[in-house]
């Protein structure tokens, strides 16, 4: 027992000179500053450019002239263009259907027959007043003389318009007189009947110009080159009157409705001045994975603002949109370009982007739309610290904002990720960018150069 406890003591009396031995032969700790608590952003330096300002907008491609087909008279179909079914184009002046002519070959010969029957009658009335006039002057020279009345017999045609018996017993005032001659002179030359026959050539001729339109509206053809949207009619059918018989749009030009806001219209300058055809545009369609593009214009655009959107739709005028657009991005390299033969025709009721060239700037910025913070603010870096500064938007897209440079300073740098906390003039660290280089591509070597190196090395 005793000596188990010397060794013990031995022990921890070991156990004490060698920590005292490493407590005398340590170092001093080395000092370390404090870590300071900086946050890491993501940034990246703003685009500053110069010149027109690009407004953009989105809308829908429609016919510019659109009409129903129908027949204006009624009658049964005896031909029918083969290319007028659904989707085919048709040339301006094309025959598109005629109706049967048979009975309004009739009705012409019918109204030019009254036509020469009423010449006729005008041809005897003209001659009935030229007879009327002479033997009224005839009479009148008769009745000069005071004994002229005697000569006058009952069955005078003259005696019939004065009666002689009236006359030589002086009855009435020589006014009364005047004013009896005055209201009998006009049936007396036959002239109302004149006008009655003339009355009845024109309704005649009326007719006849009737049955003329009538005829030539039984050949219906394309009032302008485009393309037939529906059909409705079959050879050997009976048509009425304003009957819808098809649908066909114009070709020549598409128009495309682009809704857009009070600040985004007011940066197109002339947008409301007349004859404003020289604002150029562009509009952009996506077929088989390529882009395309079509030049336009503004047209015009609603001075009334769409009542559901509240936006003011700006109408973009499309010259030949069937002649295939141009692929709007540059091929890459090894890439087989886009030809004219496979370029699309831009379709009617396609969704469309557009490109409306705006007001000249002598600088403004591209902000990416991650970049925008609430109130229209942004965080730029400047030496180190983080800097609030509110912008003015000029536009803004689902990608991106176009913003005045006032207040960006020179070479600004605007944050992208967000932050937990913000304050003005805090410090912040820009994470770099890791770029991953490619791995390098040996050459392949061919079966053949490797045998004959290998065979070359061989003792």
Do not use: C
């Not at 029918?80 to 010969?109: C, H, K, M, W």
């Amino acid at each position: 027992m005793h000596r188990q406890r010397v060794i013990g003591g031995l022990i921890l009396l070991a156990a004490i000179a060698i920590a005292a031995l490493l407590i005398f032969v340590r170092g001093e700790p080395e000092e370390k500053p404090p870590e300071e608590n900086i946050p890491l952003v993501q940034a990246e330096p703003l685009e500053i450019r110069s010149g027109n300002l690009m407004v953009q907008g989105a809308g829908t491609v429609r016919a510019r002239e659109e009409l129903t087909l129908s027949a204006e008279v009624a009658g049964k179909l005896v031909y029918v263009n083969p290319r007028l079914r659904e989707g085919q184009s048709v040339g301006r002046g094309a025959t598109l259907f005629r109706i049967d002519t048979s009975d309004y070959r009739n009705a012409v010969q019918t109204a030019q027959a009254d036509v020469a029957s009423q010449n006729v009658a005008v041809m005897e009335a003209r001659e009935e007043v030229a007879l009327a006039k002479a033997e009224l002057a005839r009479f009148q020279q008769r009745g000069a003389s005071s004994s002229a009345y005697a000569s006058v017999d009952s069955s005078d045609y003259a005696a019939r318009i004065l009666p002689p018996a009236a006359l030589a017993k002086g009855q009435g005032s020589n006014d009364q007189q005047a004013s009896t001659s005055s209201q009998t002179n006009g049936l007396a030359t036959r002239e109302p009947q004149l006008l009655s026959a003339r009355a009845a050539l024109r309704r005649a001729q009326a007719q006849l110009s009737d049955a003329q339109t009538a005829l030539k509206r039984t050949t219906v053809r394309a009032p302008f080159s485009g393309v037939v949207r529906s059909e409705e009619i079959a050879l050997g059918s009976y048509v009425a009157p304003g009957q819808a018989l098809g649908s066909m749009v114009g070709t020549a030009d598409f128009e495309a409705v682009i809704p857009l806001s009070e600040s985004e219209a007011a940066l197109i300058p002339a947008l409301w001045r007349p004859g404003n055809n020289q604002i150029e545009a562009s509009v952009y369609s996506d077929y088989g994975g390529t882009r395309y593009r079509w030049q336009a214009f503004v047209d015009r655009a609603n001075s009334v603002l769409n009542p559901q959107t509240r936006t003011i739709d700006v109408f973009l005028r499309i010259p030949n949109p069937l002649r295939g657009g141009a692929p709007a991005v540059a091929q890459k390299e090894g890439q087989k370009s886009a030809g004219a033969s496979s370029a699309p025709p831009l379709f009617v009721g396609s969704f469309v982007d557009a490109e409306i060239t705006g007001r000249a700037l002598d600088q403004y910025a591209v902000l990416p739309l991650a970049a925008l913070r609430p109130g229209n603010q942004i965080w730029l870096v400047r030496d180190g610290k983080l800097r609030i500064v509110k912008v003015d938007i000029l536009q803004r897209t689902d990608k991106q904002a176009l913003i005045a440079t006032a207040g960006l300073g020179e070479k600004p740098v605007v944050i992208l990720g967000t932050l937990k906390t913000a304050t003005d003039g805090q410090q912040v660290r820009i994470a770099k960018d890791r770029k991953t280089a490619a791995p390098e591509v040996k050459p392949a070597v061919s079966k053949t150069k490797a045998a004959k190196s290998g065979a070359d090395k061989a003792p």
